[in-house]
């Protein structure tokens, strides 16, 4: 634990006292993207630095991805030794198939789906094979999230499974979830994430209320979670003794870091365990768990903008 948050600390600290520099939340996601890869602390900076700027040269300023989710996706992208070319190049070829291929928008453009697949070869070969997976994979119109559809479509391609057998492994862990009273508002999400990282549902169910039962007994984490992130720690192999050190990485990141939503818990747990590793179709699930994050943080300084403007009316 000591090593990876030390890491962390250092990279964060890098970011931020580089020109340019992130936002705080933004360095803290880039950062984390590197808490356990190898290489030294400034050349994993220069290196996210130099694809931020390459980003920020090819998109403008205003395509995605934009904002704080530029610097993680340049973060990504260093973390693996991937150019922006590389990069920019799958993008160009999903957009230029998504048409032809009758499965609906892409999201961002498709700097998601790009994003995963160029971690891996990103050849015609498997941009064919993307849209392929995505439309087997696509729910109904009235609870589609493209966001969420380009993310495990592309991770599935990258793991090598055939769209019919993610489909059939997804069907049947939902149906496990949805027999379990407090799992089963969770089905879905705890389908796609044990299906791509292949762990049984059963067991996963089972890791998930012993989760559960371990996070409503910490008063620090209870406030500070919820079953969704049960899910998540169940789905990637995580232990009730875990808790206690995501709780404590926690405590020790400063209150400046980030505070929104469930933010530092996400973060907390993303340094304790290298859960991932370099498997690009597996970055998936930590990426899922960033964006999480960011969709907590948006959705916070929402509540907040409103909350201030409705204190200064009144």
């Given at each position: 634990m000591t090593q990876s948050l030390d890491r962390f600390f250092a990279l964060n600290d890098a970011l931020r006292t580089s020109t340019p520099r992130p936002d705080r939340?933004?360095?803290a996601f880039a950062a984390v993207v590197h808490a356990h890869g190898s290489g030294d602390v400034g050349s994993?900076?220069?290196a996210t630095k130099a694809r931020h700027e390459a980003l920020k040269s090819a998109l403008g300023g205003f395509q995605a991805?934009?904002?704080a989710m530029r610097w993680v996706y340049a973060a990504m992208?260093?973390?693996?030794t991937v150019e922006v070319s590389h990069f920019m190049g799958a993008r160009a070829a999903l957009r230029d198939e998504r048409a032809a291929s009758k499965t609906g928008a892409l999201h961002a453009g498709g700097s998601r789906a790009a994003l995963l697949l160029s971690l891996g070869e990103a050849g015609p070969q498997t941009v064919r094979a993307f849209f392929e997976m995505k439309r087997a994979l696509r729910p109904p119109w009235w609870r589609s999230d493209d966001a969420i559809t380009d993310t495990f479509a592309a991770a599935q391609v990258l793991a090598g499974t055939r769209p019919d057998a993610v489909r059939a492994a997804r069907e049947h862990a939902e149906a496990i979830f949805a027999s379990d009273r407090?799992?089963?508002d969770h089905r879905r999400e705890g389908a796609r994430q044990c299906v791509l990282l292949e762990q049984a549902p059963e067991m996963v169910l089972a890791r998930f209320n012993a989760l559960e039962?371990?996070?409503r007994a910490d008063r620090y984490l209870r406030r500070r979670s919820d079953r969704s992130l049960t899910m998540e720690w169940a789905a990637s192999g995580?232990?009730?003794?875990d808790?206690?050190?995501i709780g404590q990485i926690e405590k020790t990141m400063p209150n400046h870091l980030t505070s929104m939503g469930f933010c530092r818990t996400r973060l907390a747990s993303l340094i304790a365990f290298d859960d991932y590793g370099q498997d690009p179709a597996r970055s998936a699930s930590a990426l899922a768990a960033v964006i999480a994050a960011q969709a907590a943080m948006m959705a916070a300084i929402a509540a907040s903008t409103v909350a201030t403007t409705s204190a200064v009316s009144s």
């Open positions: 939340q933004a360095a994993l900076v220069a991805p934009s904002g992208l260093a973390a693996h407090r799992a089963r039962d371990a996070r995580r232990s009730p003794a808790l206690a050190e």
